[in-house]
C-alpha cells in the first residue's frame, strides 16, 4: 500500500449513482444467462444502444422501462431493485463531509 506524504487524507469513497447500481445488475444478470444486448434489447423493446448505455450507468431510466429490462431478464421491477439495493448495502459507506469550524461548541439552556 503506497505511503501518502503526513498532513493528507485518504481520499474519500464517493456516494454510488443508484443508475450504476441498477446498470451493473442488469449487465451482470445478462451475461449470466449467456444473453446478447440484442436478445435482451429486442425481448424489452427497447434500443440496444440505449440498454448498453443504461447497463453502463450513462442513462437515469423510467420506472416502465426498468420494469420491461427487468422481464426481458426473467426479473420483476421488484427483484431488480431489490438487487441493486443488496449491491448498494455492500459498498464501503462514504464519509460525510466534515464542518469546517473549529471553535468551541455551547448549548444553551
Known amino acids: 500500500m503506497p505511503l501518502r506524504p503526513p498532513g493528507t487524507r485518504a481520499p474519500e469513497a464517493k456516494e454510488p449513482l443508484w443508475r ?3 446498470g ?3 449487465r451482470r444478470e445478462r451475461l449470466a444467462q449467456e444473453r446478447t444486448l ?5 425481448a424489452a423493446r427497447i434500443s440496444m444502444p440505449y440498454l448498453s448505455e443504461l447497463e453502463r450507468g450513462r442513462k437515469e431510466a423510467s420506472s ?3 420494469a420491461a429490462a427487468a422481464r426481458a431478464l426473467g426479473l420483476g421491477l421488484p ?4 438487487l441493486a439495493q443488496t449491491r448498494l448495502a455492500g ?6 463531509a ?7 461548541v455551547r448549548l444553551a439552556a
Do not use: F, H, I, W
Open 20 to 22: 450504476d447500481l441498477v
Open 24 to 26: 451493473d445488475v442488469l
Open 38 to 42: 440484442k436478445d435482451v434489447a429486442d
Open 64 to 66: 416502465e422501462v426498468l
Open 79 to 82: 427483484d431488480l431493485l431489490s
Open 91 to 96: 459498498l464501503p459507506r462514504a464519509r460525510p
Open 98 to 104: 466534515r464542518a469546517s469550524y473549529q471553535g468551541d
